[in-house]
């Protein structure tokens, strides 16, 4: 098992952007795979990207073009730079790291986009 924390969320405007980082308490040079969901009201739990260990990234379709999730080895941490940020984005976002069967999760960051 490995601690995630996420930070960065807050209140944006539409058309703005925001950067969420989620620190882990130990090397994530092995994890298979870390990714960023997010919950809204009402609804289910939906992948937002994920990033392999090798690089290799995947994006739900409406967030595509818009959101970059990256990883640093170095500083055990992973980065979901969202642009251009709709008020349908907004959500409790949550990290997650799998490794083999053995998936944990962040306590979530709140992430309102509103004028």
């Known amino acids: 098992q490995v601690q995630l924390v996420e930070s960065g969320g807050g209140l944006v405007q539409p058309g703005g952007s925001r950067r969420l980082s989620c620190v882990a308490s130990?090397?994530?040079?092995?994890?298979?795979?870390m990714g960023w969901y997010r919950q809204a009201p009402g609804k289910q739990r939906e992948l937002v990207a994920a990033?392999?260990?090798?690089?290799?990234?995947n994006y739900a379709d409406s967030v595509k073009g818009r959101f970059t999730i990256s990883r640093d080895n170095a500083n055990n941490t992973v980065y979901l730079q969202m642009n251009s940020l709709k008020p349908e984005d907004t959500a409790v976002y949550y990290c997650?790291?799998?490794?083999?069967?053995?998936?944990?999760w962040g306590q979530g960051t709140q992430v309102t986009v509103s004028s």
């Open positions: 997650n790291a799998r490794l083999g069967i053995s998936v944990s």
């Open positions: 130990r090397s994530i040079f092995s994890f298979n795979v």
């Open positions: 990033i392999t260990s090798g690089g290799s990234t």
